[in-house]
């Protein structure tokens, strides 16, 4: 009995010294600040752009309208 537990002892510190072996956990790549503020600053520019295209064709519908009621 006491073989059969050496035994299992030694496999499950063989396959435990394996597994941290093979899953090492790679490091996380480095964060560039500037590169995040350029790409929140180009967002918001997209962002007032879309909104201004946006503001233009609804005043442009409200014109049109307003033109057709009138006629």
Known sequence: MEDKEKINKGQFSEELGSLTENHVVPSAPKVD???LIKRVKDE???SKR???VISAAALSAVAVFGVILTL
């Open 33 to 35: 600040l500037n590169n």
């Open 44 to 46: 918001e520019k997209k």
């Open 50 to 52: 879309q909104n201004l």
